[in-house]
């Protein structure tokens, strides 16, 4: 018993020893925090410490929030986040002057963008980037293909819009090399749907590679509808990945129209691999009317602009 005793004694010693030893870590830690972020230890300018910790911890739930935002809708406004979050348009422009700084958004005239480069977004945040967008878009190129069509589908979540789009036609025949194309088409029982061998891209359900090539270009079809990830005010289509653009370049070659599907979002964007110019697509279907230096290449072009389910000029 006496034996146990001691042993409690000296455990309990060993307790308290630790937990004063990770109290200490815990304040050199604050303090450090602290220190990083610009704080004094105590009161500053006659603000108390503990205010100024939770200003800076609004701020970064807001810029979170509207970083949030940026990557689900494909930009922000700032006239529109000073209303979201009832702060003034000077709040706003410096939290999007930091959060570019930070490397999460890129600048934009008035409002900001999610940052760009050398690889894509995910693919569930560019599902959910303007979504409603993408869906009239989806409307407007499907109600220029007509029943009895075939048509060749390409990756990206425009085109599985386009897909969408598509379940009520008649009599398609529909190749592809997007996985979430096909099965959106299984909702279409006069829908035949053949989908292209190649490698799977595990990330977004892409079919990829030179087998995918090889069978699209066994075909000759009325309609390529494809997608892109950037267009530059010179008209190039641009993306990300090579073996995806190689796949493009071969279903454009094998059409009799091209259409392309594309929100204003990719006009904000930058990619570096080129797919082709908006010369070679008979119609860009859209949501925002184009600058108008790229509408006037696209007149001399023939290229047709559909702009929120209207032809342009």
Sequence with gaps: ??????????????????????RRMM???EAQMLHWRGFAPSGKNGVPMRMRVETEVALSLRQSEIVEIARREGRVEVEDLARRFEVTLQTI?????????AGQLQRVHGGAVPTTGVANLGYEQRRRMNEAAKAAIARACAAAIPDNSSLILNLGTTTEAVAEALLNHHNLT??????????????????????????????????????TTGIIEQFKVDYAVIGCSALDLDGDILDYDLAEVRVSRAILGRARRRFLVADRSKLERTAPVRLGSLGEIDALFTDLPLPESLMTRCTEWGTKVNVDGYFAG
């Design 27 to 29: 304040r050199a830690n």
């Design 174 to 211: 529909v190749v592809t090399n997007n996985m979430n194309v096909a099965n959106i088409l299984l909702g279409n029982p006069s829908c035949e749907i053949v989908v292209t061998g190649g490698a799977l891209r595990r990330s977004d359900g892409g079919l990829v590679g030179d087998l």
């Design 93 to 101: 422009r410096r939290d999007l002057t930091e959060l570019s700084g």
């Design 1 to 22: 018993m006496v034996k146990w005793n001691v042993r409690l004694k000296r455990d309990n010693a060993r307790f308290r020893s630790k937990r004063t030893q990770l």
